[in-house]
């Protein structure tokens, strides 16, 4: 079955400083993967998707993030934090058979410290 | 155009007392999706519809959950009886096709006393 494992439940950057939020996925067939964020007491909105298109992907908000078939990661990264980042974070793979069903790792909170 | 509409956003009950939640997704949008996502965990999908037609339920609680889109545009969940594990919110979401990014609403919060 598929799985989507985000390493880290909350992490904390400075502002300015580089975000790195990890994702690792398993699939037996080339995936479809995302990453979604989400704001306090506010649904899901969707970041950025892989396709099997270019292996590195750009998003909304200047998050970026790049498909490692070799290391089955897909981390989501942005140059510079800004306050307005801190969110919770949701990496997910389209079930592989499914009509659209997708598959949620537990979440990533993201803390910004000015 | 309009997001994903949801209502209730908050929801108090008592255990083994029914409720129920109403979704309207973007106009056209023929998938629709029901996730509860418990504290701390992402979403789960309970139950996907295509127009009126169910196409996923294997992991929603029949014994206590159900839900419908009758005419294929707007859909409702209901709890009966609730339990305290179904603590959560519960998200919908639609998309144009099974193929094309999920459009979240802002979802209900159910607290079960």
């Known amino acids: 079955a598929q799985s989507v494992t985000q390493l880290g439940s909350h992490v904390s950057v400075s502002e300015g400083a580089l975000v790195l939020l990890r994702c690792n996925y398993s699939?037996?067939?080339?995936?479809?993967l995302f990453w979604y964020v989400q704001y306090p007491n506010q649904g899901l909105q969707l970041l950025l998707k892989y396709t099997s298109a270019a292996t590195l992907v750009k998003g909304i908000n200047g998050f970026e993030a790049e498909f490692k078939k070799s290391e089955t990661s897909f981390h989501l990264t942005k140059p510079s934090a800004h306050m307005s980042d801190a969110a919770e974070y949701f990496c997910?793979?389209?079930?592989?058979?499914?009509?659209?069903?997708?598959?949620f790792g537990k979440g990533t909170k993201l803390s910004v410290k000015p | 155009e309009a997001g994903v509409a949801q209502s209730p956003r908050y929801k108090i009950i008592e255990k083994r007392q029914s409720v129920a939640f109403w979704c309207n997704p973007i106009?056209?949008?023929?998938?629709l999706y029901w996730y509860q996502q418990i504290l701390g965990q992402g979403p789960k999908l309970l139950i996907q519809?295509?127009?009126?037609?169910?196409?996923?339920d294997s992991q929603l609680p029949k014994d206590r959950f159900s839900a419908e889109r009758l005419k294929g545009v707007d859909s409702t969940l209901k709890i009966q009886p609730a339990k305290l594990e179904d603590s959560a919110v519960y998200l919908c979401a639609s998309s144009f096709s099974t193929n094309q990014p999920q459009h979240f609403g802002d979802g209900t919060r159910l607290s079960i006393l």
């Open positions: 519809f295509q127009n009126n037609g169910v196409v996923d």
């Open positions: 997910a793979v389209k079930e592989e058979g499914s009509q659209g069903n997708l598959i």
């Open positions: 699939s037996s067939v080339p995936p479809y």
């Open positions: 106009s056209g949008h023929a998938t």
